[in-house]
């Protein structure tokens, strides 16, 4: 009988090669391959034609029980899910550590508790003692929440089995989880993939909402959450910087519902505060005008947000080399924008370094938000502040054209409402009503005149 091959499993994506390598050929993410146990080979001697149970068929409006979504009472999370939670949906929480993921799980599971529903907490990683701790200093210490610490798949699923299924099942975290049908440590690709399969089994067979917190690993000791993403019905990432206070919810992956929705919240002592209104929270701060600083009516899903993109230039006297960094929004667009400031307007950056820094630690998706960027690199070359109620939007082309964006009039209607009464934007703005304050920019140079022209 031939000698079984050895078997290495890429820990960040799961792709399989029966040889090492340092790099993984799918991701490309380096010494992320593990030697792992073989899983059960199917050879095609199993013939599956026959010996099985025949399966139901049924018609798409057969009358069946309609599932209602639950709120999590976080109106933020709701939003970031789609409408709260679906019933028998499997969500994977990715973020980097400390990000506050338990922290967020913990006030979700306090408020399906406290709201009549039974809410399941099992941690993995902290005793139940420390979640407690957290608990008290986040002011939940009364929510009838069902805490546990255990890491054994098979001890929970008894457990539960046993119980009348509850309407949120919070795992903390998936990789702490082993089962004992499976080979290897926990967190490694298999335990990870077995333990979820089993833990989503159970969320659809008893319409549990099932939360797995997965941790995001860059250096692959554990498997990370990109091995479950096609298992679980919703991906959600929790991002922020951790030294700023603000946090996003994000949706990568719904079943259920739009995956351009993000909640925001701020982090604070007892615990995430749900942030209402963003553009205050990222605008903080801004009172007499500096030169190079421009406000985006940014859209995130279906809410407008305001954002302060900011950038520096500094003349260089020798030939040293120029830096360029981007902290925030993508680097070959800026390069591309420069290249277009340079082709198209006239404007001279190759003897400057270039800084660019949309605040708070917000990262920039949105491509309307080259003309913010060109405004603020413009001003700040000419060392000119840019009129204060007012905000840009609009994508460039390589040609230098602004062109049209979704949404005008929806950005324009937020930016009025936080006081910035004059906009700036493409030529032709469907949408846009009010047009006394609104400026139609067609090329990059009339930009660059409205700014070089004004006193
Ligand atoms: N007393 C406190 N006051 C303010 N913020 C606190 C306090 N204690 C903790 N925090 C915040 O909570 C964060 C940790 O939250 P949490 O444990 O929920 O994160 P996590 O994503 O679950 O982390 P891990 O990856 O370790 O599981 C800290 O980084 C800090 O920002
Ligand atoms: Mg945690
Ligand atoms: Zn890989």
């Known amino acids: 009988m031939a000698k079984p091959k050895r078997r290495y499993v890429c820990q960040a994506c799961g792709s399989v090669t029966h040889r090492w390598q340092g790099q993984c050929a799918d991701c490309g993410e380096w010494n992320t391959l593990a030697e792992e146990a073989p899983e059960t080979v199917f050879s095609a001697k199993h013939d599956l034609s026959s010996g099985g149970r025949a399966i139901r068929f049924e018609p798409l409006d057969a009358p069946g029980e309609v599932l209602q979504r639950r709120t999590t009472g976080i109106a933020e999370f709701d939003r970031a899910l789609g409408g709260g939670l679906v019933p028998g949906s499997a969500i994977l929480m990715g973020g980097d550590p400390g990000i506050g993921k338990s922290t967020l799980l913990l006030q ?50 008894t457990t539960l089995g046993q119980m009348e299924p509850p309407a949120l099942l919070v795992i903390d975290s998936i990789q702490t989880m082993h089962s004992d049908t499976i080979e290897g440590a926990p967190g490694t690709v298999s335990q990870v993939r077995g333990c979820a399969f089993e833990l989503i089994r159970f969320a659809k067979q008893t319409n549990t909402a099932l939360v797995l917190v997965g941790h995001v690993t860059k250096d692959g000791s554990i498997a990370g959450p990109r091995v479950l993403e096609h298992m679980v019905d919703v991906v959600m990432s929790f991002e922020g910087e951790r030294s700023h206070q603000y946090r996003i919810l994000r949706s990568l992956k719904n079943r259920f519902g739009p995956v351009d929705e993000i909640g925001v919240f701020a982090m604070e002592g007892q615990g995430l505060k749900e942030v209402g209104n963003p553009s205050l929270l990222f605008l903080s701060g801004r009172d007499s005008p500096v030169a190079g600083s421009a406000v985006f009516p940014a859209m995130e899903g279906t809410r407008p947000v305001l954002i302060e993109v900011q950038a520096l230039i500094v003349r260089l006297a020798s030939g040293a080399t120029p830096r360029r960094a981007v902290v925030g929004w993508d680097n070959g667009r800026m390069a591309m924008l420069l290249a277009v400031l340079e082709a198209r307007c006239g404007l001279n950056f190759s003897s400057c370094e270039v800084y660019l820094n949309v605040a708070g630690g917000y990262r920039l998706t949105d491509p309307a938000a080259d003309l913010a960027v060109a405004a603020a690199l413009v001003s700040a070359l000419a060392d000119k502040p840019l009129p204060a109620e007012a905000v840009w939007f609009g994508e460039v082309s390589l040609a230098g054209e602004i062109r049209p964006v979704a949404h005008g009039s929806i950005r324009l209607r937020e930016a009025a409402k936080l006081g910035f009464g004059t906009a700036f934007g493409p030529a032709e703005l469907p949408g846009a009503s009010d047009g006394s304050r609104y400026r139609g920019l067609a090329l990059l140079p009339n930009l660059v005149d409205r700014i070089m022209g004004e006193a």
């Open 108 to 157: 979700a599971a306090a408020s399906v508790a406290n709201s009549g529903g039974a809410a399941i907490y099992i941690s993995g990683e902290e005793a139940a003692g420390q979640v407690r701790l957290r608990a008290e200093r986040l002011g939940l210490a009364n929510a009838p929440i069902q805490l546990a610490a255990a890491t054994s798949v098979r001890d929970i699923l």
